[in-house]
């Protein structure tokens, strides 16, 4: 289990005071919250950032609604006060951010194929059996559960999605912006990911750096986001798995590394 990371913050009233019969407020919700594309089942970023981040954002497109709805009782120190689907509606009101993709965003992108064709094939690593859902849980820390393993409640939302188009529909959309955003366990291959989340001037820095709302304060990522060297999967291509303004690498406590944007004042652990 990961050690806390950064300083805690107060928990937010809205938060203090949801129940069952709360609406669901996406300038809460999502508005300073963690992103976690690609995650799984990951429970980890709760343990490790709970208390500095009080409401969480899973995004898979292969984890379903079964899978998802075992795993939130199992928390650890955390019991669900409460588990509610939300509609496309609620979760964003005026959806219309578009996300333009390049062939350079996809991997691997043969370059004889047509980019329609490209678009084609990443759409079919989502799994085909899901429908699209959005879950909406409070998790109340338990009562034998000592203080210190995290703050006295959590939001967490999870929804079955691609990570870049979720991401321009519910915070670009909406202009609101996460606190940070986990890079880790979205993986390409067997991973399923279509497409490098770390890729300089890769799609999902595009869609976030021109977010309207913001951009936010940190990125959590994985050991291979690395600005001072390229990686290379293949004989062909080399990347640059970093994002321009996610430079300056402020200590952690021996979980993902912490990058801060530049020109944001970091807070250091």
């Known amino acids: 289990m990961p050690r806390k990371q950064l300083?805690?913050?107060p928990l937010p009233e809205w938060l203090l005071n949801a129940d069952v019969s709360t609406p669901f407020n996406p300038a809460h919700v999502l508005q300073g919250s963690v992103y976690y594309p690609g995650c799984d089942v990951d429970g980890d970023p709760l343990q490790a950032y709970g208390g500095f981040a009080h409401s969480f954002v899973y995004?898979?497109?292969f984890c379903s609604k079964e899978t998802i709805l075992k795993a939130i009782p199992r928390i650890a120190g955390y019991e669900p006060l409460f588990t509610k689907e939300i509609s496309p509606q609620e979760l964003s009101p005026n959806p219309g951010v578009k996300v333009f993709l390049r062939r350079s965003d996809f991997y691997p992108y043969p370059e004889d194929q047509p980019l329609a064709e490209m678009m084609q094939r990443a759409h079919q690593n989502a799994d085909p059996l899901e429908k699209p859902f959005c879950l909406w849980t409070i998790l109340q820390r338990k009562t034998r559960t000592h203080p210190s393993h995290g703050p006295e409640r959590l939001s967490m939302?999870?929804?079955f999605g691609e990570g870049i188009a979720?991401?321009?529909?519910i915070y670009n959309s909406n202009k609101l912006c996460p606190i940070a955003i986990v890079l880790c366990r979205a993986e390409i291959g067997f991973g399923r990911n279509w497409t490098l989340f770390e890729q300089r001037n890769g799609a999902f820095e595009r869609v976030v750096m021109t977010n309207r709302g913001g951009t936010p304060q940190y990125l959590f990522t994985w050991d291979r986001y690395n600005p001072h060297?390229?990686?290379?999967?293949?004989?062909h291509r080399e990347y640059a798995l970093y994002w321009d303004k996610y430079t300056q690498q402020i200590p952690s406590r021996g979980y993902l590394s912490i990058w801060a944007h530049q020109g944001q004042v970091p807070q250091h652990p």
Request: proline share 0%; glycine share 0%; aromatic share 16%.
């Open 157 to 159: 939302l999870s929804i």
């Open 7 to 9: 300083t805690a913050n």
């Open 166 to 169: 979720t991401y321009a529909a």
């Open 59 to 61: 995004v898979d497109y």
């Open 229 to 235: 060297k390229l990686h290379s999967f293949t004989r």
